[in-house]
Nanobody
Framework: QVQLVESGGGLVQAGGSLRLSCSASGPTFRYNAMGWFRQAPGKEREFVAAITWTGTRIYYADSVKGRFTISRDNPKNTVILQMNSLKPEDTAVYYC???????????????WGQGTQVTVSS
């Protein structure tokens, strides 16, 4: 069974930075790809970024390109989302996800963390 635990959310002013971490445990073959999604109140869950186990392929949503960076620390089974130049519209619950293939759709990921709140004040 794969388990994902996020940390690092919080409150930050616009223009600030936050670093989210997702620690994974369980059979590594089940999560060749790991991604971040977010969901704001009243909105659907949306893709943010994803990375393969080797780190050779990375996807970003257009809305975060140039501001967010996804990376992974394989010895620690951890995925990092570095978020810079944060905007109020980045406010959401951020979820870590793991799955067998790299994708930008939530349905491709079978394992999810509990989520961490990110709030950006203007």
């Amino acid at each position: 069974q794969v388990q994902l635990v996020e940390s690092g959310g919080g409150l930050v002013q616009a223009g600030g930075s936050l670093r989210l971490s997702c620690s994974a445990s369980g059979p590594t073959f089940r999560y060749n790809a790991m991604g971040w999604f977010r969901q704001a109140p009243g909105k659907e869950r949306e893709f943010v970024a994803a990375i393969t186990w080797t780190g050779t392929r990375i996807y970003y949503a257009d809305s975060v390109k140039g501001r967010f960076t996804i990376s992974r620390d394989n010895p620690k089974n951890t995925v990092i989302l570095q978020m810079n130049s944060l905007k109020p519209e980045d406010t959401a619950v951020y979820y870590c996800a793991a799955g067998p293939v790299l994708a930008t759709v939530a349905a491709a990921y079978g394992y999810w963390g509990q989520g961490t709140q990110v709030t950006v004040s203007s």
